[in-house]
């Protein structure tokens, strides 16, 4: 798909289509990186955004002794 650059103020941008946006999950914020001269763009998550379902899924897998402490 081609879409054209558009004037805004000063600058330039791209409208995304709805049906990208709909696609790709978007919302209100979104993660905009450069990688070998294309502009790769993905939804923005909070910095801790998952981290607790990842620690409880990882004590399940590596529960704690009766201190309190990992068990390796």
């Keep these: 798909m081609k879409?054209?650059?558009i004037r805004i103020g000063n600058s330039?941008?791209?409208r995304i289509p709805a049906s990208i946006i709909?696609?790709?999950d978007f919302?209100?914020?979104l993660e905009?990186?450069?990688r070998h001269k294309a502009m790769v763009v993905t939804a923005a998550f909070g910095v801790r955004e998952g981290w607790q379902e990842l620690t409880e899924a990882e004590d399940k897998n590596h529960p704690?002794?009766?201190k309190g402490e990992w068990e390796w």
């Design 3 to 5: 879409i054209p650059l």
């Design 12 to 14: 330039q941008g791209i």
């Design 27 to 29: 919302e209100n914020m």
């Design 64 to 66: 704690f002794d009766e």
């Design 32 to 34: 905009v990186n450069v």
């Design 22 to 24: 709909k696609q790709c």
